[in-house]
């Protein structure tokens, strides 16, 4: 079976065979996925264009009965595309309906919070030669937007591009990871059967090739990406001057002082650390315990990743199922092994079977090992000792990520502390990096990333600012 583009409406074929989609679950094969390349993008891009020069003056309201419309076929779509997720992801099918019941909450959100994206007029009479000018400032669509979206939440880190997206009146087309195209061709075609003009939504299929065409198109306005630091660099690059919004990678910190309860911490982190194999941005890697607390702690989140079930993806009781691939699984195993050369020890070591990798803690880790300072992106937790407050902070901000940090105390003054001085783009006091809603501003610093998502916040950064002037 060719899996293909989805263009103004409808499936179309681009390209030659230049993938083969594996399940992971099993390693059969579910399709050759075609390579859109240079063809699919220009096509898609022009029914983009086309369909934002018709549909540029769409009232408030308009776009508001369309992201409503969007939700209610997601939600009613929703086991198929769950299942689509497990099969083709890997993740269990627990997880896998939360995050499209997410999406459609998602997508209901961006339409409640639209007539709240307001303009301003401004006093222009501070300027002497402004007196009797009116000033007004507008939100506007920037017109085709390219969305490139990772395989891991193939529902929700869609939805958090194209829903913010079409609510400020833009068009849009999405190169989807490999794993995450089938969802999000479904998508696009139960979008389309609900009511969405031609041209609103596109998606490329296809890998680096087809990425890489797509940003450094003329008519691509915007651009946003989520992926890893190196990817996400090099299309910045191609992309050149246009708006480039990134989530990029990530090395999450869970900072657990003495005087929190560390049971409740172990618990977070386990499931923050090893759900879903781990293949989150903000999964948490490096795990900070205060010296005092360690001896009691590391047999609670040992504890804690023990009772997870490791199991098949269609089990509603399974926590971890496989990696996406078994390249990725070996790669973490990798990780695992140069960590252990250099004098890590696996206090609870990580066992792979095929492309399924059970949690691994691993203690007595130093800066020397990859595990420290690289993206794991896979379900093995690292744990470090600290001993003063100011010590964690430095251990903390020791990486070139900045994404989404943790950390478990009872005292807010510590917790202010660590809110001042800790490097990411936002922290949790009493949760752990996985967890996340979608009304705040989340994105990151340093290496992990440019912009905001986040409903309101994701809408503004997919419009741009208009000043009109006026003389009376």
């Not at 891991?152 to 958090?160: D, F, I, R, S, T």
Request: contains cysteine.
């Amino acid at each position: 079976m060719h899996i293909r583009s989805f263009v103004d409406g409808k499936s179309a074929a681009f390209g030659l065979p230049g993938l083969t989609l594996i399940r992971p679950e099993d390693g059969a094969t579910t399709g050759d996925i075609l390579e859109a390349g240079d063809a699919g993008v220009e096509a898609a891009v022009a029914a983009a264009a086309a369909a934002f020069d018709r549909l540029r003056g769409a009232p408030q309201h308009q776009r508001i009965a369309w992201l409503k419309t969007a939700a209610t076929a997601l939600s009613a779509a929703s086991e198929e595309i769950a299942q689509i997720i497990a099969e083709d992801v890997g993740k269990p099918i627990r997880l896998a309906r939360g995050e499209v019941k997410r999406g459609v909450e998602f997508i209901e959100g961006c339409a409640a919070a639209l007539p709240n994206l307001n303009g301003e007029i401004l006093p222009l009479d501070s300027a002497t030669n402004g007196a009797g000018l009116l000033g007004m400032v507008r939100h506007v669509p920037f017109g085709v937007v390219a969305a490139v979206a990772p395989f891991n939440a193939p529902v929700n880190l869609l939805v958090q591009k194209l829903a913010p997206a079409v609510a400020a009146g833009n068009t849009v087309v999405v190169k989807p990871a490999p794993a995450g195209l089938r969802t999000a061709l479904k998508l696009a075609a139960i979008f389309s059967a609900a009511g969405w003009p031609d041209g609103l939504f596109n998606v490329v299929s296809g890998d680096r090739a087809t990425a890489l065409s797509l940003v450094v198109h003329p008519l691509v306005r915007a651009v946003s990406v989520t992926g890893g630091t190196a990817a996400g660099e090099a299309l910045a690059r191609a992309a050149g001057a246009k708006k480039f919004l990134a989530e990029l990678g990530s090395n999450a910190a869970n900072l657990v002082f003495a005087d929190a309860d560390l049971k409740v911490a172990a618990q977070k982190i386990a499931a923050a650390g090893f759900e879903a194999s781990g293949q989150q941005c903000i999964s948490a890697q490096r795990v900070l315990v205060q010296r005092a607390a360690l001896e009691a702690f590391l047999p609670l989140l040992v504890e804690a990743a023990k009772a997870l079930n490791v199991g098949a993806v269609g089990d509603p009781r399974t926590d971890i199922g496989p990696m996406v691939t078994l390249a990725s699984a070996e790669r973490v195993m990798a990780l695992v092994a140069d960590a252990q050369a250099k004098g890590a020890r696996a206090l609870l070591p990580p066992v792979r079977d095929g492309a399924l990798v059970s949690p691994g803690i691993l203690v007595d880790v130093t800066s020397a090992m990859r595990l420290w300072h690289e993206e794991i992106f896979g379900p093995v937790i690292v744990v470090l000792p600290f001993d003063t407050v100011d010590e964690a902070i430095a251990m903390a901000n020791d990486s070139p990520f900045g994404l989404q940090a943790a950390a478990f105390t009872a005292n807010l003054a510590t917790a202010l502390r660590l809110a001042d001085a800790i490097d990411v783009g936002s922290l949790w006091i009493n949760e752990a990096s996985r967890f996340r809603l979608d009304m705040y501003p989340f994105g990151g610093v340093k290496s992990s990333g440019v912009g905001r998502e986040g409903i309101r916040y994701a809408i503004q950064e997919m419009s741009q600012l208009k000043f009109i002037g006026i003389r009376p």
